[in-house]
């Protein structure tokens, strides 16, 4: 065990595995830096250094800078899986998925089934999403949604250091294509993480706190907020579980139907925006098959629908926040909380 | 057409306007006073000013994430501009867009872009609609040496020239894509790409304001008598970092400094006035110290600016809903 960042979980992860497998490679824009340039090399490991250290280590061979082309080599990270390399493609940030995602959705995911189960993709899709960086519209969005609709597709999103090694270990193993999004507002984030290799088997969720009164299911960097917010509630007698689904493709139904039965009660907290987002589906879900258990209507905290604006005034009141977790939690408890 | 002493100081005083936006956003950016990301054009005026000071509002033209010297060279309000980066309420647009998206269509000015290679297809659009409504205006893409290799760039290429749009290409290449070098990024040159896309294609030193006003000519007169796209290379340097906070370590020892000293593109059009005689060095210097002002002026506005409120989250989402 030591501590270490959200950054350096990924960066060890990858590390790992690519020390255990030689057909893991890397790819991406910047994903070294200073190809072809002048000054130093592996100047830039990744636009916030996620990578960096891995081309020193295994060359470039093994690490390749991409030019501006996101089609071309998200497409040729697939084709290589399917014949026979493990990539790990890193789509900067995943708002350009507009570039290149019918090389994700219509080829990548579909091989297997198309083919009748005769192709193996192993891709790995690491992609930064999220608010609060006062990045703007076309660089803060969370759009796992999207990718969580697509049969074929297993969809990761860490909410901390410790899930990131875990989950990014098992994607890079994992046989199918994986997109993990990683939350750019926690890279520093630190705690204590092994420093062996492990996997964290996909669909199967944490549950980082236990209590009486509501469940809290929430998504990613959401995790922290939700925890944060349950901490703030038991203050005044209020105890809340809280579920980490991890992934959202596959998802851990089971526990989320379990703990919602227990308390009666359910916020959902998704950074995404409100429509056909992980909040729906869960509530759908709830809805669907627990109905007579719940004691009060479910609840949705997330992001309004419109696009994240700039202004960090506007951008603090677009992303769900631990206050609005706590309204809705008395909410859902009703008069008298 | 010549440029007349008018003209000349209306493109001095646009380049100086440029820079001293940029230096000033790039000391407001380190002192805090600036949210999110910023890509500075300081080192490449003379290629949107080149470019722009031909066109009128009717003409259209299309950004990048590296943005503000268009804005500006396109006839962008700079305070607008300034308050929009400062992410305030009198922004261009709201604050809600920022220095990466900062736009204003009635100047023509369809957008900075935060998408590489967002902007080409968009122009193919304007360029189309000057055709069709026969306006005789015509749209240009600036777009980056990086951004020339993102398939949206080769396409919109392609259907310029099967179109005949009047659509024009500016690659702006300051010799890196965040810190990968274009020497390796590029396969081929812009201009033979350019040829194998049957336009005629351009490369231009970009330090050199006349020389890019020149070829800009050319290409738009073809773009305006209806003989279609052209591609212009413009060869340039960026003095600040991909973004600022970046720390430059991909270039090399003493590069940024001796563009600065020998190809700085504000002095070589200087020296080249006052050789000439075409302008005194007075009417330069009273340029620099006017827009000076009206510079600080710009960042005092932003800085005193209101924020905008909660009421203003959800609107211009539609127009209606
Ligand atoms: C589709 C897409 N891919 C990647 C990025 C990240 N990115 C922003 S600017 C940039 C480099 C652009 O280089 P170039 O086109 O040469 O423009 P310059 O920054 O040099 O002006 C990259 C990779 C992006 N914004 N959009
Ligand atoms: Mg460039």
């Not at chain 1, 991409?66 to 026979?84: D, H, L, M, N, V």
């Not at chain 2, 006035?273 to 009273?286: A, F, G, M, P, R």
């Amino acid at each position: 065990m030591s501590v270490k960042s959200y950054r350096q979980a990924f960066n060890e992860a990858i590390r790992q595995e690519m020390e255990r497998d030689e057909r893991v490679i890397v790819m991406g824009e910047d994903i070294s830096g200073g190809m072809g340039a002048p000054g130093e090399d592996d100047a830039w490991g990744g636009v916030l250094g996620v990578t960096k250290g891995l081309m020193p280590q295994f060359g470039r061979e093994r690490v390749l800078d991409t030019p501006i082309s996101e089609s071309a080599f998200i497409g040729c990270a697939a084709g290589a899986a399917a014949t026979g390399l493990r990539p790990v493609a890193e789509l900067m940030f995943v708002d350009f998925m507009g570039v290149c995602f019918d090389q994700i959705f219509n080829q990548a995911a579909k091989f297997r089934y198309m083919f009748g189960g005769k192709a193996v993709t192993p891709l790995v899709i690491r992609t930064m999403y999220g608010a609060g960086f006062r990045a703007a519209s076309q660089h803060s969005q969370c759009l796992y949604p999207l990718f969580t609709h697509i049969p074929g597709l297993k969809v990761a999103l860490p909410s901390n250091a410790y899930e990131a090694k875990g989950l990014m270990t098992q994607a890079i193993r994992d046989d199918d294509p994986v997109v993990i999004f990683e939350h750019k507002a926690m890279y520093d984030e630190e705690m204590e993480v092994p420093d062996e290799a492990y996997g964290i088997p996909f669909g199967e969720a944490n549950v980082t706190r236990e209590g009486d009164d509501v469940t809290l299911v929430a998504f990613g960097r959401m995790v922290n907020l939700a925890n944060e917010a349950a901490d703030s509630l038991s203050a005044s007698g209020i105890t809340c579980t809280v579920v980490d689904p991890r992934t959202t493709s596959p998802l851990d139904t089971e526990t989320i139907l379990e703990t919602v039965s227990e308390t009666g009660r359910l916020v959902v907290i998704d950074e995404a925006h409100p429509r056909c987002n992980m909040a729906t589906d869960i509530s759908a879900l709830v809805s669907q098959e627990i109905f007579s258990d719940l004691k009060a209507p479910v609840k949705m905290v997330t992001s309004p629908h419109c696009p994240v604006p700039f202004s960090p005034a506007l951008e603090d009141l677009y992303i769900p926040s631990t206050a609005k977790i706590e309204a809705a939690v008395r909410e859902v408890l009703g008069k008298g909380h | 057409m010549q440029l007349n002493r008018d003209d000349l100081k209306e493109a001095y005083r646009r380049m100086c306007l440029i820079r001293e936006f940029e230096d000033k956003v790039h000391d407001e950016f380190a002192a805090g006073n600036i949210p999110g990301f910023v890509h500075l054009y300081a080192g490449e005026e003379a290629s949107a000013v080149g470019v722009c000071m031909h066109l009128e509002d009717r003409d259209a033209i299309a950004s990048t994430h590296r943005g503000h010297g268009h804005c500006i060279a396109k006839g962008c309000d700079a305070e607008g501009m300034m308050s929009e980066i400062y992410g305030k309420k009198d922004g261009l647009c709201g604050g809600k867009g920022g220095s990466m998206h900062i736009a204003d269509l009635s100047k023509g000015m369809l957008g900075a872009n935060g998408i590489v290679g967002g902007g080409s297809p968009l122009i193919c659009g304007a360029a189309l609609t000057a055709k069709t409504l026969k306006t005789g205006g015509v749209a240009i893409a600036f777009l980056g040496d990086g951004a020339s290799n993102q398939g949206t760039t080769l396409e919109s290429y392609n259907l310029a020239k099967v179109w005949n749009l009047p659509a024009i290409f500016v690659v702006e290449d300051n010799g890196y894509a965040e810190s990968t070098a274009s020497a390796w990024s590029v396969a081929g040159t812009q201009t033979k790409r350019a040829e194998g896309f049957g336009m005629p294609g351009a490369e231009v030193d970009g330090h050199d304001f006349f020389a890019v006003w020149e070829v800009a000519r050319e290409a738009i007169e073809r773009a305006r008598n209806g003989e279609g796209p052209s591609l212009i290379h413009v060869k340039l340097n960026r003095y600040y970092g991909h973004f600022e906070g970046d720390a430059i370590t991909y270039k090399g020892e003493g590069e940024i400094d001796k563009i600065k000293a020998t190809k700085d593109c504000l002095n070589l059009f200087k020296q080249r006035v006052i050789e000439t005689s075409l302008l005194e060095s007075d009417d330069l210097s009273e340029i620099e110290t006017s827009v000076k002002s009206y510079i600080d002026q710009c960042a005092a506005t932003a800085t005193n600016g209101s924020t905008p409120t909660e009421a203003d989250l959800m609107t211009d989402v539609y127009l209606k809903y």
